[in-house]
């Protein structure tokens, strides 16, 4: 079993910033991705961005060049640092770990961005 728990959330204006945290532990042989999904209220949860083996990432078109998203391997912790965020990124933000292809996620961070 994995545990993920987040940490970052919280109230900002917007084109303020936010880093979000999300450690994961456990019994962990292999995490083979990592990374961030968020529902806002009234619709369905979307992928916000990914890091798989490699280092390889990815991010939805609504938040490229605003959220980058890094790995700490030795910390089996993924971070995702918002700037210049929008009133429609408001949501809950949840991570998710593939530990030798199961997923597992986080209880969710809240994310509200004022005009």
């Known amino acids: 079993q994995v545990q993920l728990v987040e940490s970052g959330g919280g109230l900002v204006q917007a084109g303020g910033s936010l880093r979000l945290s999300c450690a994961a532990s456990?019994?962990?042989?292999?995490?083979?991705?990592m990374g961030w999904y968020r529902q806002a209220p009234g619709k369905q949860r979307e992928l916000v961005a990914r890091?798989?083996?490699?280092?390889?990432?990815n991010y939805a078109d609504s938040v490229k060049g605003r959220f980058t998203i890094s790995r700490d391997n030795a910390k089996n912790t993924v971070y995702l640092q918002m700037n210049n965020l929008k009133p429609e990124d408001t949501a809950v933000y949840y991570c998710?770990?593939?530990?030798?292809?199961?997923?597992?996620w986080g209880q969710g961070t809240q994310v509200t961005v004022s005009s």
């Open positions: 456990g019994t962990i042989f292999s995490i083979n991705a």
């Open positions: 998710y770990v593939f530990e030798r292809s199961i997923q597992y």
């Open positions: 890091i798989v083996v490699g280092s390889i990432t």
